[in-house]
């Protein structure tokens, strides 16, 4: 056995404990909630939610997944390399423009997931990137990138802007990761402190549409190329 195995149970066993953490602390917060794609669509297409944004991985590609892609909703979709909301102008088109949903998107073999891995230097994510690094295991960068995801959450939820919004009940915050090789939805459930698959199966027979990519309001560093 090599000493990467050997040093594997323990590392995971301690990743767990951070994904715990950070979902134990953003599950506090009443603005944190459960919201499926399949809310959100429906909820945009009927008027029952007026808005909302998404922050999403420049790497997921332009047909972003279980994302609505009618042109006659409110969905702001920004990309960028990671899922950094501190970027393109997302907190001030949350703010001037009202929006009651922001979706944090991330997804698996995710490149920005390895790039920020190899670079990290704040604490504490710089040890838990070290146990994916260690390992090189695809199932330990998932949670990596789930990770991520609530971390963003988190950073988003301290921001003195976005902060006092969420708790005036203005604004909803909610999770969201993309798993490619089963080609399935985990959305962020607060009350299980966990992302929780989607498990929904589409009939043969349904027929999907894809809307033109210039439907949404496309903002994001994707753009500058
Ligand atoms: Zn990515």
Redesign the pocket.
């Given at each position: 056995m090599s000493r990467k195995e050997e040093r594997a149970p323990k590392s995971s066993a301690k990743l767990a404990d951070t994904i715990d953490g950070i979902a134990k602390e953003l599950s506090k917060f009443s603005c944190v909630s459960y919201l499926d794609d399949l809310q959100l669509s429906d909820g945009l297409l009927s008027g029952a939610i007026r808005s909302a944004a998404v922050i999403a991985?420049s790497?997921?590609g332009g047909l972003v997944p279980y994302l609505c892609s009618s042109a006659n909703v409110r969905l702001y979709l920004f990309q960028n390399f990671?899922h950094d909301y501190a970027t393109g102008g997302f907190v001030e088109t949350v703010v001037g423009q009202s929006v009651e949903n922001v979706v944090v998107y991330g997804?698996s073999v995710?490149?920005?997931?390895k790039f920020r891995a190899r670079a990290a230097v704040d604490q504490p994510t710089r040890d838990l990137y070290a146990v994916a690094l260690d390992s090189d295991d695809e199932a330990v960068w998932r949670d990596v990138g789930r990770f991520n995801v609530l971390f963003v959450m988190k950073q988003l939820l301290a921001d003195p802007t976005i902060s006092p919004i969420a708790e005036q009940g203005r604004l909803k915050v909610h999770g969201w990761f993309y798993e490619s090789g089963e080609n399935h939805l985990e959305v962020f459930d607060p009350k299980h402190r966990a992302f929780i698959g989607q498990q929904l199966k589409l009939p043969d027979s349904l027929i999907v549409k894809y809307g033109p990519l210039e439907t949404h309001d496309r903002v994001g560093e994707t753009d500058k190329f």
């Open positions: 991985c790497d997921m990671g997804h995710c490149e920005y997931t």
